[in-house]
């Protein structure tokens, strides 16, 4: 009998089972076009996840648990799958089987277990963020930012465009919307979160306060840690619940990407199952909500700027034309195409941390597209994005930065807001 019986890879045959193993993956997948493995492609991972089910390879063989470890988990191969291949699910589940065997904790590197064990921990996580802001501001991050890649993402956390402080106004009339502060976004980004929510406010969203909602668990649920996710996931709904919101609005992909499958997440718990489906009902990403609303043209702003479109909101969101309207409110720029702006840049949570070579092998074509458009702003709706792409810029010698497309929009308000000249 295979040691995966009774395992959520189990679970997931049904899934793998629709991959015809056509190959039309293959061109998406970042890893396999950074490494020239066809079992560091989503139909070779398939293929390897289907030997542990089917007991031809064991759970702790180096075949399966390295390739799985590659995976950088972008999902760009269910936009190119003609079979509706479910892959993010399956690899979320053979993750979440490893790491009930204690395979993949013996595998991880300890500096990704004390990150997501502090990020499920606030009180702690509150202490690691005060710091980590005392190195930006201090000009610390910036100045180790060319020997240290950390350091450069650090760096790379700092505000690309700044809002002049305005009073936003609107009616409300569009329902009331709770915005998700969560965790590096909380710690790291704070600016966005203020940003989206007079964004939002002129586009007559009512903003109420969701208190106790934390992390969402993304990080946890693609680390494997499926239980820490859960209870997450659990937090995270009953806040939002207590906020009266009819919309919850998320200007983090991944952590959009991980709500809106919260159903998924918790289908095996009788007592929240409903209430996840229903909470996943009203998760938006501020791109959709403001996109639905107009949204609202500001005052004029200078510069050339390019859109990258974040994986968890491309590919596994389906969120593609939002983020462009937005941008397109933004009166006075120039907005360049990005080639491949659909292809990953190697963030994907903490790989650019665990696997830092190939996450780099996966960077470096997104800085030489970002570097042919001659943009001086990158727009991008990623906490994680946004830091390895202004990391890659930063030690690249670029001017250019990155900044949230929201963060855009709120400075164009902004400019719009001022008092008229006498």
């Known amino acids: 009998m295979s040691d995966a019986t009774g395992t959520p890879l189990a679970g997931a045959l049904p899934g793998l089972m629709q991959c015809v193993h056509c190959g039309f993956c293959l061109q998406a997948c970042p890893t396999y076009l950074a490494l020239g493995d066809e079992n560091d492609s989503p139909r070779g991972r398939i293929v390897l996840m289907r030997a542990a089910i089917d007991g031809t390879l064991a759970l702790d063989d180096e075949a399966l648990t390295t390739h799985l470890d590659r995976c950088l988990g972008c999902r760009a191969c269910e936009t190119a799958c003609p079979s509706g291949v479910p892959y993010g699910a399956a690899l979320e589940a053979a993750r979440e089987t490893l790491h009930a065997r204690g395979t993949a904790e013996r595998r991880a590197p300890s500096a990704e277990r004390l990150l997501l064990w502090t990020i499920a921990r606030p009180a702690v996580l509150r202490i690691v963020m005060f710091f980590a802001r005392l190195a930006r501001a201090s000009g610390l991050a910036r100045l180790l930012a060319r020997i240290s890649f950390p350091m450069a993402m650090l760096s790379a956390s700092e505000p690309a465009v700044r809002s002049e402080p305005y009073s936003a106004r609107g009616t409300g009339v569009r329902g009331r919307v709770a915005l998700l502060h969560g965790c590096v976004m909380n710690g790291l980004f704070s600016r966005v979160h203020e940003a989206a929510a007079r964004a939002l406010t002129v586009n007559d969203y009512a903003i109420v306060a969701a208190p106790g909602a934390g992390c969402c668990g993304a990080l946890h649920a693609h680390a494997g840690d499926a239980d820490t996710a859960r209870a997450l996931a659990r937090t995270t709904i009953a806040a939002f619940e207590r906020s009266g919101a009819e919309f919850i609005a998320v200007d983090a992909a991944g952590c959009g990407a991980m709500m809106k499958e919260y159903g998924r997440l918790l289908a095996g718990d009788a007592a929240w199952s409903a209430r996840a489906a229903a909470f996943a009902s009203k998760v938006k990403d501020v791109s959709e909500l403001l996109a639905a609303a107009g949204p609202r043209a500001g005052g004029p702003l200078d510069g050339v700027v390019t859109y990258d479109a974040p994986c968890h909101l491309v590919h596994a969101q389906r969120v593609t034309a939002p983020p462009l309207a937005v941008l397109g409110a933004v009166p006075g720029i120039t907005l ?39 943009a001086s702003l990158v727009a991008t709706g990623n906490p994680g994005c946004q830091m390895q792409i202004g990391a890659g810029l930063i030690r690249s010698g670029s001017a250019a930065r990155v900044v949230h497309p929201v963060e855009l929009l709120d400075a164009s308000y902004s400019v719009s807001h001022r008092p008229a000249k006498a």
Do not use: R
């Open 336 to 374: 360049v195409a990005l080639t491949d702006a659909d292809q990953c840049c190697g963030s994907a949570g903490v790989y650019n941390l665990v696997q830092p070579a190939i996450a780099a092998a996966v960077l470096a074509p997104k800085l030489a597209h970002i570097a042919a458009t001659g």
